[in-house]
């Protein structure tokens, strides 16, 4: 079921319990019509953000809510429209609200995400106990457990009432041929019922082994580009998928073009709506 956010009315951070995935943004990372990409799950008392890029503080701003109310964060990989919002959220953490969100995080991207991305901006934020500061000053880590290691590193975690899983995608360089030789990125599996990509290349292997394994997924969020080549799923590959599949499809992370595409006449369920919830009952 599909819900339009009430203009004026504060971004719901709660609900009745059922799961619902509400899209703060739904373009792509350089996107000047959508807040890029970036997906609040909620479901009863616990939330969790994936993914907060550079404009995702804006976004939360503008439905009525604010960086300051998100307690639990999952990061998909580094690219800036996935977190060039969080400086925003431990610096407001840590000298305003004097919280650290939770992040659900693996040890490798921790290490990653801290050492060549956050820790620019925040780790001379003050020098305490005689050195500047860490991530843990920031962000309280949730470490998901690794469940599988085959055919690709499959993680899980219960934020709450919320399972997610967590999967190795294949999303940059370009050149890579595989997840295994791509820099670190994941998507995520939700109650074993939705999956969100995330930013992936197109990768069959993946949606096949997702299905085949997790019989119980109905609905797929994939990202998606106008164009052949790139970093992303493109519109004309995921076009050749299984009309049964195509049908579960909402696209989105798509570009400001998208008027041009019709993804309900190429059998897909749809772009996905930016300040929409979808209620899974
Ligand atoms: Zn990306």
Same mark, same amino acid.
């Given at each position: 079921m599909e819900? *339009?956010?009430?203009?004026?009315?504060?971004?719901?951070?709660?609900?009745?319990?059922?799961?619902?995935?509400?899209?703060?943004?739904?373009?792509? =990372?350089?996107?000047?019509? #959508?807040? %890029?990409? *970036?997906?609040?799950?909620?479901?009863?008392?616990?939330? !969790?953000? @994936?993914?907060?890029?550079?404009?995702?503080?804006? =976004?939360? #701003? *503008?439905?009525?809510?604010? @960086?300051?109310? @998100?307690? *639990?964060?999952?990061?998909?990989?580094? #690219? =800036?429209? #996935? @977190?060039?919002?969080?400086?925003?959220?431990?610096?407001?953490?840590?000298? !305003?609200?004097?919280?650290r969100p939770n992040m659900i995080i693996t040890d490798e991207y921790k290490d990653l995400l801290w050492n060549s991305s956050l820790k620019g901006g925040l780790a001379f934020g003050e020098i305490y106990e005689g050195k500047p500061l860490e991530y843990h000053h920031f962000f309280n880590q949730i470490k998901p457990e690794m469940i599988s290691k085959s055919p690709r590193p499959l993680y899980e975690i219960n934020a709450g009432s919320i399972n997610i899983k967590l999967y190795r995608t294949m999303h940059i360089p370009d050149s890579a041929k595989s997840w295994s030789d791509s820099s670190l990125s994941y998507g995520i599996l939700v109650d074993n019922r939705v999956i969100f990509s995330s930013d992936t290349r197109f990768d069959i292997d993946l949606i096949n082994w997702l299905l085949k394994d997790y019989p119980t997924i109905e609905h797929i969020f994939h990202d998606? %580009?106008?164009?052949?080549?790139? !970093?992303?799923?493109s519109f004309q590959e995921l076009s050749t998928l299984d009309p049964e599949i195509k049908k579960m499809i909402n696209l989105c992370h798509y570009g400001d073009n998208y008027k041009n595409f019709h993804p309900r006449d190429n059998g897909f369920a749809g772009f996905a709506r930016q300040g929409c919830y979808y209620i899974f009952n």
């Open positions: 819900k *339009n956010y009430l203009k004026d009315k504060p971004l719901e951070l709660t609900n009745d319990g059922k799961l619902t995935f509400f899209f703060l943004g739904i373009g792509s =990372a350089f996107s000047k019509l #959508h807040y %890029q990409t *970036n997906l609040l799950i909620i479901k009863g008392q616990d939330h !969790v953000l @994936i993914d907060c890029g550079t404009v995702c503080p804006t =976004a939360l #701003h *503008n439905y009525k809510s604010s @960086i300051i109310n @998100i307690s *639990n964060f999952l990061i998909t990989h580094s #690219h =800036a429209d #996935h @977190i060039g919002g969080l400086e925003e959220s431990a610096l407001m953490g840590r000298y !305003v609200t004097k919280k998606c %580009q106008f164009f052949p080549g790139g !970093v992303h799923a």
